[in-house]
């Protein structure tokens, strides 16, 4: 069998020197590692695929090493030697615009400055990585290098299976992540198929190519704050949440928002964080303000900017079940509490257990990850009955779509579900989406629209923000409000963290109309290209029935066909990108996700795909969310029917009278 002659791409045949890590690099925990000798053989054939045969003696005893000691082969020799950053596009090579822009994307999302373990190529969110190992990162990197406009390059959970011919409106990339078949949708037979290394978990983001920061998260997270002042605390609309606190935990990728978002709302922000590098990072951001490990001394800043209504964030040093046991034996008043530790992979690392210091727990994990386990429900078990404690003296609290109350549910507190017997019948607190978010933003098609200036100019980014700001009318609705006060403060807040970007919560209208507006500017010469994209957390990218889809209650929130049109209808509307996700932020078979990345170069092309593909990717979701009788997408999808007559149609629900139905039920039953 001969087939060698064939194969043109490949890494090179030397291998690279073995490398060194840099010192004070977070590095990833130890993953789970369950294999026997027979499927570590396969691991081990799996990586050596990528590499030329007569290396194969020299690094056969390293990727064993890898396999044993991380849970994964890395192929850690294989990161380039180069800084990986998201460097100005025309410093990359390659044949199109678009191929280029796709490495700046790549490169932003392993950089040491904005990845969690940029060793081990994860992003964010614990687990969240945009490749299983550097030989796809070398290897991706040379098709990119190679790509033409009529070419489309297909991914599997990071591996290149090759470059396709295609058209210039098809995608030029199609990516996929973590796809298990339902008998093996399962964290169990997920680790073990990404030990083997035919399995890589892209939470949303990190395998979407589309992470920008913790900037990201930063607007979703006020606007979740902000309106849970509203909601939970009858504050008016064109009121901040001044003197007001709210208290929570994390300061990881994207938890590491949460202070800098408290700030822009005017409020009192309180985060719990065990691990001190992350504390460190945020605060050398400026993205939190004061750091402590003294509960008492925290209690008295909270005392005065609450007299001062002055806008804080405060870092405490430790494990948040402390710092609530204190709030609750003190009777300190806090108004609103979540948390946002990563309760999704809580034993693989994500939570600290109460009584470990961050290093001490990493240990215990190491050497009996059974004994952390057992520590990880016990401090779940005590983190939710403070929680109940502090609901009783009149805080409000709500699941941050971390599969917290899951977790909880897991560790054994059983009557933390609606229905003891049945955990998707939803919890007795709510979740973020559940209350907030999906009612008041997507289903009125509000979602983190994002774009990058891909020249990495920050005079490009400053243009942009204007011109964004000069599409919406502040006047329309209450969001309309929050999203030009963003967008308006967003280059003063100092954001950016990586390549020069920007996120805009903004509805169907409001993003098509930003994107022609830039694709115009570009065409003029007055910016140069830019990436614009969205983060997978939108009104039709996700389906999660603990998440993004849990304020969905015809019975269809165990439903994913939302998430695979939305992927399928962006593909074969010509979206640069496109990228379909098992897992997510909350976790493997708890959600499928996808996203897209369109490049916008000046092209009529390009405002021909804005029109018809960013319009899909909103109003497909808002047309599911009317069918399940949605109030506010009722009204918006009924307001797009009327506007495009000529054009299309969605189908909307006729309503009945709920007593009708339960009275009917109740004379049948009887
Ligand atoms: N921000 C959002 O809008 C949003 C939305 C949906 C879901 N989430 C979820 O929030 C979680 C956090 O995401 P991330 O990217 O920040 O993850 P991350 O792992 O980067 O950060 C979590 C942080 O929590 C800290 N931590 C763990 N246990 C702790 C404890 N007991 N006390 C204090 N600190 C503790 C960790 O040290 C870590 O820094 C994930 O599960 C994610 O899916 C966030």
New binding site residues.
């Given amino acids: 069998m001969n087939f060698k002659d064939a194969i043109y791409f490949s890494l090179p045949d030397r291998l690279p020197e073995k490398k060194s890590f840099k010192e004070g690099i977070r590095r990833a925990p130890q993953r789970s590692f369950t294999l026997n000798k027979k499927e570590m053989e396969i691991a081990m054939k799996n990586a050596l695929r990528y590499i030329p045969e007569d290396l194969h003696d020299e690094i056969i005893p390293e990727f064993l090493d890898e396999l044993i000691t991380k849970g994964r082969i890395y192929g850690y020799r294989f990161r380039p030697d180069v800084e990986i950053k998201g460097k100005p596009i025309d410093s990359y090579r390659g044949k199109i615009t678009e191929a280029k822009a796709f490495q700046v994307m790549i490169d932003n999302n392993l950089d040491f400055e904005v990845a969690?373990y940029p060793y081990e190529l994860v992003t964010?969110?614990?687990s969240?990585q945009v490749f299983q190992n550097w030989m796809q990162y070398n290897l991706v990197k040379k098709y990119l290098e190679e790509m033409t406009d009529e070419q489309t390059l297909v991914i599997y959970s990071g591996h290149p299976v090759g470059l396709f011919p295609t058209s210039k409106k098809a995608p030029r990339v199609i990516s996929t992540n973590a796809m298990l078949v339902g008998l093996y949708d399962n964290l169990d037979d997920f680790n073990k198929a990404a030990s083997i290394g035919v399995s890589n978990y892209g939470?949303m983001t990190a395998g979407g190519w589309m992470y920008i920061g913790p900037q990201g998260?930063v607007h979703?997270?006020y606007i979740?704050v902000i309106n849970a002042g509203r909601l939970y605390l009858g504050i008016p609309d064109d009121k901040d949440i001044s003197g007001i606190v709210f208290l929570s935990?994390?300061?990881?990728?994207?938890?590491?928002?949460?202070p800098k978002a408290v700030e822009i709302a005017g409020g009192i922000g309180v985060i719990?964080?065990?691990?001190y590098s992350?504390i460190k990072t945020r605060y050398d951001q400026g993205w939190v303000s004061k750091i402590s490990d003294d509960p008492e001394e925290i209690v008295g800043w909270i005392d005065e900017y609450r007299k001062s209504k002055n806008p804080v964030s405060i870092a405490y040093h430790?494990?948040?079940?402390d710092l609530l046991e204190y709030f609750v034996d003190n009777h300190i008043p806090i108004e609103l509490i979540s948390d946002?530790?990563?309760?999704?992979?809580v034993y693989g690392g994500?939570?600290?257990?109460?009584g470990y210091s961050?290093e001490e727990g990493r240990k215990l994990l190491e050497t009996d990850p059974d004994k952390f386990k057992e520590e990880v429900d016990r401090?779940l078990r005590k983190?939710y009955e403070l929680i109940t404690k502090m609901d009783e003296q009149g805080s409000h609290f709500w699941d941050?779509?971390?599969?917290f109350l899951k977790a909880v549910y897991d560790a054994g507190v059983r009557d933390v579900a609606k229905d003891p017997e049945n955990p998707s019948m939803g919890f007795v607190y709510p979740s973020?989406v559940e209350n907030i978010m999906g009612p008041m933003c997507f289903d009125y098609g509000y979602g983190p629209f994002r774009w990058v200036c891909l020249s990495g100019k920050r005079e490009d980014l400053k243009k942009t923000d204007q011109a964004a700001m000069s599409c919406i009318d502040p006047d329309r609705r209450g969001m309309d409000r929050d999203n030009y006060h963003w967008i308006k403060n967003a280059e003063k807040n100092e954001l950016v963290v990586g390549t020069q970007a920007r996120i805009l919560y903004a509805d169907a209208p409001g993003r098509i109309a930003i994107a022609l507006k830039f694709n115009k500017m570009i065409k003029d010469g007055e910016i140069g290209p830019v990436m614009i994209g969205r983060d997978h957390?939108d009104v039709s990218g996700t389906d999660s029935p603990f998440?993004e889809t849990s304020n969905i209650k015809d019975g269809s929130n165990v439903t994913a066909d939302m998430a695979v049109h939305n992927f399928a209808g962006d593909a074969v509307r010509g979206m640069s990108m496109v990228v379909l996700s098992n897992g997510?932020?909350?976790g493997v078979g708890k959600a499928i996700n996808g996203g897209f990345g369109l490049v916008l170069d000046g092209t009529d092309l390009k405002d021909e795909i804005i029109r018809s593909a960013m319009e899909w990717d909103v109003m497909n979701g808002v047309a599911r969310r009317a069918w399940a009788r949605n109030e506010n997408s009722l009204e918006t999808a009924a307001e797009w029917n009327r506007q495009n007559r000529d054009k299309g149609h969605i189908t909307l629900p006729y309503l009945t009278d709920e007593t009708k139905i339960k009275e009917a039920i109740e004379k049948y039953l009887k």
């Avoid at 935990?249 to 949460?258: C, F, I, K, P, Y």
């Avoid at 719990?272 to 691990?275: F, G, H, I, R, T």
């Avoid at 946002?340 to 992979?345: A, E, G, K, L, M």
């Fill in positions: 969690l964010y969110g614990e969240g939470q998260i979703g997270t979740t935990s994390g300061l990881g990728g994207m938890s590491g928002a949460q719990a964080e065990v691990d992350r430790g494990n948040i079940v946002q530790t990563s309760c999704h992979d994500g939570y600290t257990p109460a961050f401090s983190h941050y779509g971390n599969s973020y957390h998440r997510g932020g909350v």
